[in-house]
C-alpha cells in the first residue's frame, strides 16, 4: 500500500500560479507506481487533470490544462508535483492525487490509493 499527502494549495489571484505536491509513504517502492492528478469543484464530479508514468516517460493532460499545467515526478523523493500556471478561476477546485500499480488513465475508478485533497481557490 501507499500513503499520499497533497500540500501547495492555497488563494491565488486569475494568472497566478501555484505548484502543488504529493507525498508518498508505505510499504512498496514509489518509483513502481504511475501517479496522476485529479480536482473536484463542488457539486461536480471528479476530473482527471494529468498523469505520469512510472518512469516519468509519458505524461498526459486534459485538455483544459495542457499548456498551462505540468506534472513531474521526484522518485527519490518519493513526490508527485503538479505546477499549475496562467490560473484561471475555473482551476478553482480541491486537488487529489492518485496512484495505480502500472498503466496511466483517465478514469479515477482506476486508480487505487488517495491523499486528502488540498484546495485550490483562484480569485478573479
Known amino acids: 500500500q501507499v500513503q499520499l499527502a497533497e500540500s501547495g494549495g492555497g488563494l491565488v489571484q486569475a494568472g497566478g500560479f501555484l505548484r502543488l505536491s504529493c507525498a508518498a509513504s508505505?510499504?512498496?517502492?514509489?518509483?513502481?507506481?504511475?501517479m496522476a492528478w485529479f480536482r473536484q469543484a463542488p457539486g461536480k464530479e471528479r476530473d482527471f487533470v494529468a498523469s505520469i508514468s512510472r518512469s516519468e516517460t509519458t505524461t498526459y493532460y486534459a485538455d483544459s490544462v495542457k499548456g498551462r499545467f505540468t506534472i513531474s515526478r521526484d522518485n527519490a523523493k518519493n513526490t508527485v508535483y503538479l505546477q499549475m500556471n496562467s490560473l484561471k478561476s475555473e482551476d478553482t477546485a480541491v486537488y487529489y492525487c492518485?496512484?495505480?500499480?502500472?498503466?496511466?488513465?483517465?478514469?479515477?475508478?482506476?486508480?487505487?490509493?488517495w491523499g486528502q485533497g488540498t484546495q485550490v481557490t483562484v480569485s478573479s
Open positions: 508505505g510499504r512498496h517502492t514509489f518509483s513502481l507506481y504511475a
Open positions: 492518485a496512484a495505480r500499480g502500472s498503466g496511466i488513465y483517465k478514469n479515477p475508478y482506476e486508480y487505487d490509493y
